[in-house]
């Protein structure tokens, strides 16, 4: 019998795809083929956002990074079409890109035209609104700053020059600029050369690390990982029986804290590499024995690793308004995550003066945050409710009611006598795994957060906006592979105990493509992250003066009184 001959796909020009998109349709771009995801938005174990994100761009890199050879092959199902030459990318919708619907006088006529453009730069990827930083009509390239750190005197928009009726945005403008100009100057070109010499040298990296087995998982790590975890589990109950309280309640927490990694790994499919068996590995660790929702957390997660370190976009950042690690959350910007206004108010404008102190106090009740999300998770279905996943959410709700019986019921109130008792053990056993928080936090808080335009390559991105921690091999335990953002950004499924390995090949990769590699100790990386916060207070008080002299002023156009 004839084998069954391979389904051929048309060719779509970019102007069909930018009216497939304006149409409504989640189209995006993988290995030259063009995928319509709108029958699996609501089915993606991962959620909808991350999809999202990807509408309008070649997401070869991405969905690689982050999906099995399996996964891969399934959505093959979505193709609708494939694309000739070089795929010059779209800004998502979601982003705020504007696309013009497919009428039929143009759909001939300007075929031709844009399968050219499909192949050339193009100055205006998507006909969204008119960038600040790429679009100026004014060089968008600045000098960089004196060293003492005022803007440059011949700069168009300073902090005297504010005009009445923008409230002090000039001058975000002018830091925005100025960030952007350093990150342009630091890293490797945005031409298409460049960023595809890059990307081809990163896949061949991918492939060099299959080669050498770091994928496959090393199964007697995690033995040692779980006799850890037995043993401090172990001895918050033995205590407990004893009567030794806070002893408990700090072998507890450190149980909770090491469990974070695995549950992790999991979430990741880094351990045995199956959807459906890891995603339940996950689930027993995060939702029964931690209260942590792993589909939230997946949700979550996956939307980081894609727009990583946006404040518009990345959720791992927004924490308005007690946090801010840009001045762009100043101009209370929406949060495509949780779509809801990120006010700058008063209460902001408190918190984000004194946020170098309040910082590490924060994250000492960061878990209590997390139970939070967790259940608005949960109970507002927000994860697939239908598809291969359907019935991890109610998995995961009968994980968290064993939690909070065996913690709340069995322990605070059936195992200790008094209100106070319960009172201080609850704290303890919430606050000692704090260390994991500042861990998430180093890793992104101090780099860039800049909007560098659709061009930027995966790779460059994930560089760009993730810092690596020194430390020894034998305090790996303590991190829990956290300590390699760097490498686990760039290659999520890489099971965390061949991280260490992984970690030199990547460094190769950096030096041959001129991309700088972030690498601190744990004390200079807080360092670095408690002087970004104190920047941003810096610049908050800045703001606030600008935004004072045009209200008290009596010359409101150039700020001073007569």
């Known amino acids: 019998m004839a084998e069954k001959a391979e389904k051929t796909y048309p060719v779509l020009s970019r102007r069909q795809i930018e009216g497939l998109i304006a149409d409504g349709r989640s189209v995006f771009i993988l290995d030259q083929y063009v995928f319509k995801a709108d029958p699996w938005l609501k089915y993606h174990p991962g959620g909808d956002k991350a999809i999202l994100h990807m509408v ?39 982003q705020g890109g504007k696309f013009r619907p497919l009428s039929d006088e143009d759909a001939g006529d300007d075929a031709e035209e844009c399968d050219q453009t499909s192949t050339e730069i193009s100055s205006n990827p998507s006909s969204r609104d008119v960038s600040p930083v790429f679009d100026n009509p004014e060089p968008a390239i ?74 496959k998982c090393n199964y007697g790590a995690y033995a040692i990982e779980a006799t850890r975890y037995s043993i401090l589990f172990g001895l918050a109950f033995l205590f407990l029986r004893w009567g030794w309280y806070v002893s408990s309640a700090v072998c507890l ?52 690793h894609i727009v990583t370190n946006a404040p518009e976009h990345d959720p791992d950042i927004e924490h308005m308004p007690f946090m801010a690690v840009s001045h762009r959350f100043f101009q209370s910007m929406r949060s495509t995550y949780y779509d809801h206004v990120m006010e700058y108010d008063a209460f902001a404008k408190v918190m984000l003066r004194i946020q170098p102190y309040t910082y590490y106090i924060l994250l000492l009740f960061g878990r209590l945050n997390l139970y939070r999300l967790s259940w608005d998770y949960l109970i507002m279905g927000r994860g697939p409710r239908n598809g291969p996943a359907w019935w991890h959410r109610w998995l995961e709700i009968t994980g968290q009611i064993f939690f909070w019986t065996w913690y709340f019921y069995g322990v605070l109130y059936l195992s200790i006598p008094n209100n106070r ?8 056993s919430h606050m000692v795994p704090m260390p994991v928080h500042a861990q998430i936090c180093l890793s992104h808080f101090a780099m860039s957060t800049s909007d560098m335009g659709p061009h930027e390559s995966f790779p460059q991105k994930m560089l760009r906006t993730t810092m690596d921690v020194d430390c020894p091999q034998w305090l790996d335990f303590f991190h829990g592979g956290l300590q390699f953002q760097v490498i686990h950004h760039l290659f999520p499924r890489i099971p965390r105990h061949n991280l260490r390995r992984t970690q030199k090949l990547v460094q190769e990769f950096c030096n041959e493509v001129g991309i700088p590699y972030a690498l601190y100790g744990f004390v200079d990386g807080n360092k670095r992250v408690v002087g970004t916060l104190a920047e941003v207070s810096r610049q908050a008080a800045i703001l606030a003066k600008c935004q004072k002299v045009i209200s008290e002023s009596d010359d409101p156009i150039h700020g001073h009184h007569h």
């Not at 020059?161 to 830091?175: H, K, N, P, Q, R």
């Open 56 to 94: 309008g761009r070649d997401a070869t890199d991405e969905v690689t990074a982050l999906h099995s050879s399996e996964a891969r092959q399934q959505m093959n199902r979505y193709r609708i079409g494939r694309i000739e030459g070089r795929w010059v990318n779209f800004i998502p919708p979601i």
């Open 142 to 215: 600045r000098k960089r700053r004196p060293a003492d750190g005022l803007p440059n005197s011949s700069s168009t928009s300073s902090v005297s020059s504010i005009e009445a009726d923008d409230d002090g945005m000039s001058y975000l403008d002018t830091v925005t600029k100025e960030k952007t100009t350093l990150d342009l100057e630091k890293y490797p070109s945005l031409d298409f050369a460049t960023q595809d010499a890059i990307v081809a040298k990163y896949r061949d990296l991918d492939q060099r690390i299959k080669a050498e087995g770091l994928y």
């Open 253 to 304: 927490g450190a149980f909770w804290h090491q469990l974070v990694f695995t549950a992790h790994d999991a979430g990741h499919m880094g351990i045995t590499h199956g959807f459906h068996t890891d995603t339940v590995i996950g689930i027993i660790i995060a939702d029964f024995l931690g209260g942590l929702s792993l589909g939230w957390w997946k949700r979550n997660h996956n939307v980081h």
């Open 421 to 428: 008792d319960r009172f201080i053990f609850f704290l303890i």
